[in-house]
């Protein structure tokens, strides 16, 4: 297991990258600590899967250095990493035995093959493929072929870091839960680094203890699931976390209050606003609806089960809400925003609150 | 959808059936006439039963050219496939090279049959061929023409330069179309150069090794035109493979009859070579 120190990575995949836009990582400096379960969190082409080949040496940088433990990796090979990396789509040995093809990354390092066969018979069993062990790989669903490929990154036990690049996509909703909730007690067991790329948000809140969202090439927020979720550090956190997303609306600022066309809102302090836009963001879950606050016109009531999402009209904007599954409606809408749950952003960016 | 049950469909097959009567199963058949017949010309046949198979199969000639040929197509598959496989592996995936490297390779094939032999026939000419001239002017004694070994050698490296281009462009199909993500994968888990081509290359290229294997057994069996154009059969039987044979037989003594025989084996075991590969391949998808 080892600590990562990823120092002022930026990458290119063109030659002569000159803007900040040429860039697909513009800059990650950041530090994995041993044992920490990690997920990276953000959108398609946010630059989410080349930091992770970076960090296992698929690709070298353009700028920037990496560390394993305080030691320069970033001119080694992948295979002098010793680094664990499972793919998006399934990627099996055909000609091999479900068995052969667990025990190849043990083979290939020359492990004695009791300790090899000690290891797989352990790692089938954790993926639930123990039966299949003497079968041809190739004849096997697509979801067995990625529990095997997850099970070549589980296999070796003496890796500086295991990386997950969207492992789940193609297995169906319930193994996912389970194949999951293996991770993370695998984590718990043996304290693995493990790095987790997924654009899905419960996957990574639920995996990790702490989430890297990353955007448009950049990291915006590190932090634990409840603090991305309270104290969203960028607009674009607000919005990618949490279904609906956060509701964003331009304010100005007067003092403790924030003014929102005719509305008034109380803040909870007074925000250290710079220049520049100023934005109130508040999740839905702190919107209140209610018999007094300001005025909406509702336009659609989502009911998703266990709550409802109301979608309301306030000084012509759409902002989002929700309530318990058995409140309703009132006749004469009105919302309040409860003040523990309100962000001011400047140029998207939190701005801290003072007394 | 109502299907609907009639026998309509068949006038959607009339014209190749119709086109595959008059190219080959007429010219079949009359083969099959004339090799239970015996003829003197002038349009007079005698019935000859099984004579003629009887007697071809008893020949020597005829099973010494068939050994010749089966040898013949041993060597070149087993220099030919080897050969295309290392070149696919080292042609570049990307790049301006890539479109060189294939305009290079389908040269040999773009070029007729007997413009093919040709070449070869003037390029090992010890008076004016450039590689026989040479080959004789630093002391090794080339001749085709005079040395059964040395027109053995001639033909059999021009059906390398000719053909390995069509392994090496089927290989080099397959190995394009791996995913990134496995060679990824064998980095990950250490895989050797030799790991990687064993069990990631090789399994990829296994459909198209097959049909390289098949079109080239199918091509060497059936050789005549090059072989023809540079050695004509010589020195002596040599290099007189069946089909050549069968020409010198059918037009060169005119023994209809004999040729006809021959002919219908020769395609029997064509027919059977191609059921065989067809059977092995077929099972090899339905293991997949």
């Known amino acids: 297991m080892a600590r990562i120190d990823v120092n002022h990575v930026r990458h290119s995949y063109l030659p002569n990258p000159q803007k900040d836009s040429d860039f697909a990582l513009r800059e990650v400096h950041h530090v994995f600590e041993d044992g920490g379960a990690y997920a990276l969190l953000g959108p398609s082409g946010c630059g989410k899967t080349t930091l992770l080949n970076i960090i296992s040496g698929l690709l070298h940088p353009s700028h920037g250095q990496l560390l394993f433990n305080g030691k320069d990796v970033t001119n080694l090979s992948t295979q002098e990493r010793n680094i664990a990396q499972v793919f998006q789509f399934p990627v099996i040995y055909d000609t091999m035995t479900v068995y052969d093809n667990l025990a190849f990354p043990l083979r290939n390092r020359g492990v004695p093959e009791a300790d090899v066969d000690r290891k797989v018979r352990e790692t089938l069993e954790m993926i639930d493929l123990a039966s299949w062990a003497k079968k041809k790989a190739r004849g096997l669903t697509a979801d067995q072929k990625q529990k095997i490929s997850l099970g070549r990154g589980l296999v070796r036990s003496d890796v500086n870091a295991i990386l997950f690049d969207e492992p789940l996509t193609v297995i169906d909703p319930h193994m996912k839960w389970v194949l999951r909730s293996q991770l993370k007690q695998l984590h718990r067991r043996f304290g693995y680094t493990m790095v987790y790329v997924t654009h899905d948000q419960t996957e990574a809140l639920t995996f990790a203890d702490q989430v ?63 220049s520049g836009t100023v934005e109130l963001g508040i999740r839905p879950e702190y919107v209140r609806l209610g018999r007094d606050g300001m005025a909406v016109s509702i336009s659609k009531v989502e009911d998703l089960g266990r709550h409802k999402v109301v979608r309301a009209n306030l000084e012509g904007r759409e902002i989002a809400a929700v309530i318990g599954e058995d409140e309703t409606v009132p006749a004469d809408p009105k919302v309040r925003f409860d003040p523990a749950g309100i962000n001011i952003y400047a140029d998207s960016w939190r701005v801290e609150m003072g007394a | 959808m109502e299907k609907t049950w009639n026998n309509k469909a068949w006038f959607l097959v009339l014209p190749v059936l119709v086109l595959v009567a008059f190219t080959a199963v007429i010219p079949l058949m009359t083969v099959v006439n004339y090799s239970v017949q015996d003829t003197f010309g002038n349009n007079v046949f005698t019935w000859a039963g099984t004579e003629w198979f009887e007697e071809l199969l008893s020949s020597s000639r005829f099973w010494e050219a068939m050994v010749r040929n089966l040898i013949f197509s041993f060597i070149i598959l087993a220099i030919e496939v080897p050969l295309g496989i290392f070149i696919a592996l080292n042609m570049p995936k990307k790049g301006w090279g890539v479109p060189v490297c294939l305009v290079l390779m389908s040269l040999p094939l773009l070029i007729p049959w007997n413009v093919v032999g040709t070449i070869w026939q003037v390029f090992g000419r010890n008076d004016i061929g450039l590689l026989g001239y040479y080959l004789n002017a630093i002391g090794i004694d080339y001749n085709y023409v005079q040395d059964p070994f040395d027109a053995w050698v001639t033909i059999i490296v021009m059906d390398v330069w000719h053909w390995t281009s069509l392994v090496v462009l089927l290989c080099y199909a397959g190995l394009v179309s791996i995913p990134d993500a496995f060679y990824q994968a064998a980095k990950i888990d250490g895989a050797s150069r030799w790991a990687v081509f064993r069990y990631i290359q090789l399994p990829k290229m296994q459909r198209v090794l097959l049909i390289a294997v098949l079109l080239r057994f199918m091509d060497s069996f059936m050789i005549y035109t090059e072989p023809f154009v540079v050695t004509g059969g010589g020195p002596g039987n040599s290099t007189t493979f069946l089909s050549i044979d069968l020409v010198k037989t059918a037009l060169g003594q005119f023994d209809l009859g004999p040729a006809a025989a021959m002919s219908l084996v020769y395609f029997l075991i064509i027919l059977l070579l191609s059921w065989v590969f067809y059977t092995v391949m077929t099972n090899y998808d339905a293991e997949r």
């Open chain 1, 212 to 274: 890297v969202v990353m955007y448009d090439g950049g990291i915006v927020q590190i932090g634990t699931p409840a603090e991305l979720f309270e104290r969203p550090r960028h607009t674009f956190v607000g919005y990618f976390i949490g279904s609906p997303g956060m509701n964003v609306m331009p304010v100005a600022i007067d003092g403790k209050t924030a003014k929102l066309g005719s509305q008034r809102i109380e803040l909870p302090g007074v925000p250290k606003a710079g």
